[in-house]
């Protein structure tokens, strides 16, 4: 059967969470968010002790991940973890953890199996380039590391957080970093994506962006 797929890609808080729910609700997709796998498989391993470099291990957990995203949550063993799995050291838990050829192996199948009708907006690092390289839009959504780090910014302080704008500028591009020069999956653009940088533009101008691409490969 051959599922419309819409995949997002890019850097750390180019919005592209927020972009592909919003173009899944449109459509009446369904969405993965393949960023929180990555953030439940090291936080599971936290959890349970296991060291984020003991590939084996962590793969293990990856595989078995007892997780399920309902109503708009996210849950591990029975816990509602969408707030924890959120947090700064687990996103950079995650970045680690992505980094295992093994871990991405574990979770490829997990991945696969959302593709299913009417349709799937996916968003990652590697949706376009290794999850589902049949995908008919390839988005590789980007804004400059200091757009990103105000906008995580404003999330945190939202929320009630504390946080500081150097810092954070600091720690987006020592993940982009990390996430592109990683070699397996690194973070780059499918040769047949379409690249948008956001810097400039808000979200309904993306997300329209993104609708105008799917249209016009039905066309
Ligand atoms: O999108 P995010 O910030 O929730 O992703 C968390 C980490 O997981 C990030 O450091 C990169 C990694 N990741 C990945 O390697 N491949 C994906 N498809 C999604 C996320």
Redesign the pocket.
């Known amino acids: 059967m051959n599922i419309p797929i819409i995949a997002i890609?890019g850097p750390?808080?180019s919005g592209?969470?927020t972009i592909a729910e919003r173009v899944a609700e449109r459509l009446g997709f369904h969405v993965l968010?393949?960023?929180?796998?990555?953030?439940l498989t090291?936080l599971y391993a936290m959890r349970k002790g296991v060291a984020l470099t003991d590939e084996a291990a962590v793969a293990a957990l990856a595989a078995s991940l007892p997780a399920e995203f309902r109503q708009g949550e996210v849950w591990l063993a029975g816990e509602n973890v969408g707030q924890a799995?959120r947090a700064e050291e687990v996103?950079?838990g995650?970045?680690k953890?992505?980094?295992l050829p093994a871990v991405?192996e574990a979770l490829l199948a997990r991945?696969r199996a959302y593709a299913q009708a009417p349709g799937l907006v996916a968003?990652?690092?590697?949706?376009g380039t290794v999850?589902f390289p049949q995908a008919q839009i390839k988005v590789f959504l980007t804004a400059s590391p200091e757009a990103r780090a105000e906008r995580r910014y404003k999330q945190l302080i939202e929320k009630g957080n504390s946080a500081n704008l150097p810092d954070l500028v600091r720690d987006m591009r020592a993940?982009d970093e990390?996430?592109t020069r990683?070699a397996v999956?690194p973070?780059k653009p499918a040769p047949d994506a379409v690249v948008l940088d956001s810097t400039a533009m808000n979200i309904d101008q993306v997300v329209e962006a993104v609708l105008e691409c799917y249209r016009a490969s039905r066309n």
């Open positions: 890609d750390s808080a592209k969470g968010d393949s960023g929180a796998l990555y953030r090291a799995i996103g950079e995650a970045s953890v992505a980094a991405r991945q968003d990652g690092r590697d949706m999850v993940r990390r996430d990683r999956a973070l």
